[in-house]
């Protein structure tokens, strides 16, 4: 399969206007930690889209996804008669969430399903209010980005199973286009904070992705507790490698077995908890970087967010790993401070779909050209602070949802205004 004409795509979530610091996730602790600061929508998404910029310069092909409309009137329509009532709902309604793409939803790619599509089941998010209002929006543009028959677009788990979409997901395999290995990994309930993904939400999406032995791997407690809300805050995969923290994982020597009796070519980067600790890789989002693939056999690389250069064991241990002569040739730090002050590094940011480009929407693909359509807009209606008190006083927000209205109308995508 090594003509193949699949390639991994990142879909970047373009930060909405709304963009701001509620601290409304229990368990990420930097969402919780900046909860009541002044954010900066613009710079934001202007951040966003100078890292796929970078990813465009590294001969990657890029994607992107929508900012949902916010605040959701709707949403909060269904729930009080006067959304003057809202209370502490009001901020979620305004939540720019949707920007996290890597939570719009869990893919698995042709070679890996019986009926050889790719499916896309879109994330229900349940487990946070904020983020559960999400996903009717975020599938109504899945059904019209993959919309070829090449795909298969599903509908929610329903609740109160919570899925949290590809950050809990892994894929291991021999390259891009080869069938691959996919890895769910859950949380149990029990500690200090929720447990995000549930098993019987993966076991839903694996059979209906029509998989055959998929591997179901447990979340650490130690790791949940730390503030790794996410698998993908403790570990990253692209082809046949698979980097994690040593304490990311329930039973690791039971799911590192399984996975090399299944791909006896898997190269298992372990960071030990004596060189990282769990504090420094969720303080530093070492984890949350996109592993990427470059072309032309450049090997591998590691788009990190900048903080990772400001934890000085985990820069240590990242120049020991590719001073050797291991898959991953490059680090390649990226400034999303903005989406990381609310708990969102680079991997966050982007949905990871292996596919023919062709089959793509082509009004979900971008060049630079169409980057700088999007930043134009940014910078002409983005608003440039938002404070917490703006958050209480803004109404409706009618800024935002014309903010919106000319990103659409600039991709031609007004039917989902």
Request: proline residues 7%.
């Amino acid at each position: 399969m090594t003509d193949s004409p699949l390639v991994e795509i990142n879909f970047d979530g373009i930060v909405g206007p709304t963009h701001n610091y509620a601290g409304l996730s229990l368990g990420n602790l930097a969402s919780k930690s900046n909860a009541g600061k002044a954010s900066r929508p613009r710079t934001a998404a202007l951040q966003g889209v100078a890292k796929m910029r970078a990813n465009l310069a590294l001969g990657l092909t890029q994607g992107i996804l929508l900012p949902h409309r916010r605040p959701d009137g709707e949403w909060l329509a269904s729930l009080f008669a006067d959304a003057a009532n809202a209370g502490a709902l009001w901020p979620a309604a305004t939540s720019a969430s949707a920007m996290w793409a890597a939570n719009a939803a869990t893919v698995s790619p042709a070679p890996d399903t019986r009926d050889g599509r790719c499916h896309l089941s879109v994330a229900n998010l349940v487990t946070m209010p904020h983020r559960s209002h999400e996903w009717p929006g975020t599938l109504a543009q899945l059904r019209l980005a993959f919309a070829d028959d090449a795909f298969a677009v599903h509908g929610p788990v329903p609740a109160p199973f919570g899925d949290e979409g590809a950050a809990n997901h892994m894929r291991l395999c021999e390259h891009h286009g080869a069938p691959g290995i996919e890895v769910f990994a859950y949380g149990e309930a029990g500690g200090p904070f929720p447990a995000r993904q549930h098993l019987q939400a993966s076991a839903v999406i694996a059979r209906s992705h029509r998989l055959d032995e998929p591997l179901f791997v447990r979340q650490s407690d130690e790791a949940i507790a730390a503030g790794a809300f996410h698998n993908d805050v403790v570990a990253v995969a692209n082809e046949r490698v698979l980097v994690a923290h040593e304490q990311a994982f329930a039973d690791k020597d039971m799911f590192f077995g399984r996975l090399r009796e299944r791909l006896p070519s898997v190269e298992i980067i372990e960071v030990p908890a004596e060189a990282v600790s769990l504090a420094d890789a969720i303080a530093s989002y070492l984890f949350n970087a996109q592993l990427v693939t470059l072309p032309d056999g450049g090997g591998m690389a590691l788009i990190l967010p900048s903080e990772a250069q400001g934890v000085g064991r985990v820069w240590q241990w990242l120049e020991t790993l590719i001073a050797g002569n291991g898959p991953v040739r490059r680090l390649i730090p990226v400034d999303v401070r903005e989406s990381m002050a609310n708990g969102g590094g680079p991997a966050c940011l982007r949905l990871r779909v292996v596919c023919d480009p062709t089959t793509v929407d082509p009004r979900f693909l971008v060049d630079d050209a169409r980057l700088d359509r999007i930043a134009a807009v940014i910078e002409a209606h983005w608003p440039e602070q938002v404070t917490p008190a703006e958050l209480d006083t803004l109404g409706a927000w009618p800024a935002a949802v014309a903010a919106r209205a000319a990103l659409l109308e600039v991709l031609d995508q007004a039917e989902l205004i």
